[in-house]
């Protein structure tokens, strides 16, 4: 409803009944407005492209699984192997179409772990910093129940990352 309203050109203001913005949070509007002109021109009436838009992004979870087994050291057919059976478990085959950004916002969380935690990346310490703020910044406006999550990261990323001083920018 709150997208809705934006790509019309409506007021957000007055939605509504029993709406909370926490019932779909800003980043999730925003992807569904970035990708609305796109799905809009391939057809989709609103609401199925908004739907479109939300499950694509709760999808997120399935590459930044995979990449956290690779991360591990899991070898990558074992890894494909395991992120596909988990496709099919309740929890997440119902929490990636229902559109509620939770494993969105868990997904981010990983990501910027992997950015902050990957020593052996290419990338400077202050470049995998940057990613990684960027990344959790993006998890917190995906989900605000992620920032449990960040606080336990943070001591975490200081005790294991020697180039804990990029992380001040």
């Known amino acids: 409803i709150f997208a ?34 796109l799905l809009r021109a391939a057809g989709f009436d609103f609401d199925v492209a908004c739907a479109t838009a939300g ?5 997120l979870w399935i590459p930044a699984l995979w990449l956290f087994l690779r991360w591990l050291g899991v070898v990558e057919r074992a890894a494909y192997a395991a992120t596909g059976a988990l496709v099919f478990t309740g929890f997440l085959l119902f929490n990636s179409v229902f559109v509620w950004p939770k494993l ?5 969380v990983l990501l910027a772990f992997l950015a902050l935690a990957n020593s052996e990346s290419v990338h400077s310490p202050r470049a995998r910093a940057i990613w990684g703020g960027v990344l959790a910044a993006l998890a917190t406006l995906a989900h605000g129940g992620v920032m449990f999550s960040l606080v336990a ?12 001083r990029a992380l001040v920018p």
């Open 104 to 108: 969105a916002g868990g997904a981010l």
């Open 153 to 164: 990261l943070v001591p975490l990323m200081l005790w294991r990352w020697r180039g804990w």
């Open 4 to 37: 809705e309203r934006l790509y019309i050109g409506m007021s957000p203001k007055a939605i509504g009944g029993d709406w909370l913005s926490s019932d779909r949070p800003p980043l999730q509007s925003g992807v569904a407005l970035v990708a609305m002109p």
């Open 55 to 59: 499950v694509a992004f709760q999808l």
